[in-house]
Antibody, heavy 120, light 106 residues
Framework: QVQLVESGGGVVQPGGSLRLSCAASGFTFSSYGMHWVRQAPGKGLEWVAVIANDGNAKVYADSVKGRFTISRDNSHNTLSLQMNSLRVEDTAVYYC?????????????WGRGTLVTVSS | DIQMTQSPSTLSASVGDRVTITCRASQSISNWLAWYQQKSGKAPKLLIYKASSLESGVPSRFSGSGSGTEFTLTISSLQPDDFATYYCQYYNHYSTFGQGTKLEIK
């Protein structure tokens, strides 16, 4: 079954850390770039980060640069997002998303999302 | 940075109507544009890529057009399942989404 399943969300205090994971199945994970996209409650979609299929290239949105780190483990078909120095404005549902074609940053497969709440 | 602006923010329509949503880019983006549908509490679903290419499995009543800075998503005859929020996305070695258009039942 072709799917992405996120985990690791929860409630964290401002300044804290959290690590999100995304388990991929049903497709050749190592052939595709992977992204994180987030959505604050009641708001629109915001792209967060991308990692190339081989893990060698990573790009971040300015809003998370220096605080978040994207990584992947192709041997275990897993995508991760390490989030440090969390802020209230990072509160959102975080989706992992697959590139539809190599190098094309649009997404034909999304996970259901995991909610991150940053609150004191 | 390239900004994407959708209009209208909210659109009220009836089943059977033809509706059009517009997405404007702050500078030319060629045809690097995708459209998504999102229902409440669900992940987005890809409808259109490369401005006018219909994703496999998406009904033919959905169509996209445009290039450069102005793009449209058209639904030729609204069905009950189409009431949702729609987003455009610019995606050429960067990614930015429009703010969304909520399609409501009139």
């Amino acid at each position: 079954q072709v799917q992405l399943v996120e985990s690791g969300g929860g409630v964290v205090q401002p300044g804290g850390s959290l690590r999100l994971s995304c388990a991929a199945s049903g497709f050749t994970f190592s052939s595709y770039g992977m992204h994180w996209v987030r959505q604050a409650p009641g708001k629109g979609l915001e792209w967060v980060a991308v990692i190339a299929n081989d893990g060698n290239a990573k790009v971040y949105a300015d809003s998370v640069k220096g605080r978040f780190t994207i990584s992947r483990d192709n041997s275990h078909n897993t995508l991760s997002l390490q989030m440090n120095s969390l802020r209230v404005e990072d509160t959102a549902v975080y989706y992992c998303a697959k590139e539809a074609n190599w190098g094309s940053w649009y997404h034909d497969l999304w996970g259901r999302g995991t909610l991150v709440t940053v609150s004191s | 940075d390239i900004q994407m602006t959708q209009s209208p923010s909210t659109l009220s329509a009836s089943v059977g109507d033809r509706v059009t949503i517009t997405c404007r880019a702050s500078q030319s983006i060629s045809n690097w544009l995708a459209w998504y549908q999102q229902k409440s509490g669900k992940a987005p679903k890809l409808l259109i890529y490369k401005a006018s290419s219909l994703e496999s499995g998406v009904p033919s009543r959905f169509s996209g057009s445009g290039s450069g800075t102005e793009f449209t998503l058209t639904i030729s005859s609204l069905q009950p399942d189409d009431f949702a929020t729609y987003y455009c996305q610019y995606y050429n070695h960067y990614s930015t989404f429009g703010q969304g258009t909520k399609l409501e039942i009139k």
